[in-house]
DNA sequence: TTTAGATACCTTGTATCGCATAGTACTATA
DNA sequence: TATAGTACTATGCGATACAAGGTATCTAAA
């Protein structure tokens, strides 16, 4: 079910402030959303290779560089668009469970 | 971004009312859901598969028999547990867009 | 009677997403 | 220098949704 709807989550989260991909694992799971590497690394990628996303490579005070991932303008615009889709499927349900006969 | 939720909403309108694929398919479309038959189709069939959904052939009308599909009891069940999944979800897009840092 | 159209069901192949698993590379510390 | 921790990457699998095509039934018109 919740199919797309992490790349949302993820926008979501980077348009707040940037992130590298174990930060990025470390908050979706304070907001009660399990996610690991092999699913991070390649939404990232895809987010990236789309346009909506760049990163920089920044050095860490202990281990590996991290890439710091930000949003691109082009990826503004389509957290909106992923804004709406998601409202208008709440709406279908509430219709669905409303005045569905 | 609507994988997975098809199944939500096609149990919830079931839940309502018993209704055969093809108007299923007219159902969704009033609450504003697109959805085709290749989609549907395999969907009723793993939903009875496992067991949430039951059956009736019936003569129509016009053209020929249809299934008419309800929810056992188990699918009510699943019903319940999908409700419980939806606003965990909710609750988690909430959680990222306000206290984000 | 035959043909065409509408209705309804089903199957196959493809793309995408999320996950499991395994592997690579850099840093610090023992 | 060997080990543990951190971070990034690659490969293969299963599930969902869609496109496209096919089968069967009934009615109405040619």
Same mark, same amino acid.
Request: aromatic content about 10%.
């Given at each position: 079910?919740?199919?797309? $709807?992490? @790349? ?8 707040? %402030? ?10 979706? =799971?304070?907001?009660?959303?399990? $996610? $690991? ?10 987010? =990236? ?6 990163? @920089?490579?920044? &050095? ?6 991290? =890439? ?5 303008? %082009?990826?503004? &615009?389509?957290?909106? @668009? ?14 669905? =469970?409303? %005045?569905?006969?």
């Amino acid at each position: 079910m919740r199919k797309g $709807v992490l @790349e949302y989550c993820t926008l979501l989260l980077l348009n707040r %402030k940037r992130a590298y991909a174990s930060d990025i694992i470390t908050r979706l =799971k304070d907001a009660r959303l399990i $996610v $690991v590497e092999g699913t991070i690394y390649p939404l990232l990628s895809r987010l =990236k290779n789309d346009g909506f996303l760049t990163y @920089e490579w920044e &050095e860490s005070p202990q281990g590996p560089p991290r =890439k710091y991932y930000t949003l691109t303008d %082009k990826g503004r &615009e389509f957290l909106v @668009e992923l804004e709406t889709a998601w409202n208008d499927l709440n709406e279908s349900i509430a219709h669905l =469970k409303e %005045k569905t006969l």
